[in-house]
């Protein structure tokens, strides 16, 4: 098989070989996935240049914006207390704070000092007072048996 390259016209009187031609995609830096506990997906988005807290923000917005009681109690995201940070001095009053609760995996949070502000107590992957994300749903059969 053969593919033989089309000679671009002439445009405008400008010769071809001058026009600069740059139709190319954006890269993308990363693919957002929202899912669920259960891994079921829920949306994603994409961040272009980088994975900036600005974009992660944005893409939570732009999913949630026409349904904000949807919006989910808990989200896991690696960079969660910067995330929080972000949104506290972004935004006048951030909305995800009061409906959602940020938490962290279990290692960024041990590698955070106790006395880090926004760490230890916003983004606690296991709280105590009793908000502790409910992960496993549970179901009893009929020999009053868990089934996870």
Known sequence: MHIGMVALLDVDGISASKVIRNF????VHCVQTFQWACDVPITWGKCYITESLSQVCELMDDIWKDHPEDQPNFL??????NLVCHMVTSHPEPLWLRSTRFIVDAFHYMTHRATDAV????CNPSPTDGSRPDLLISQVNEA???IL
């Open 24 to 27: 190319k995609v954006k890269k």
């Open 76 to 81: 896991f995201y690696d960079d969660a207390c």
């Open 119 to 122: 760490c230890h107590p916003w």
């Open 144 to 146: 009053e048996e868990v």
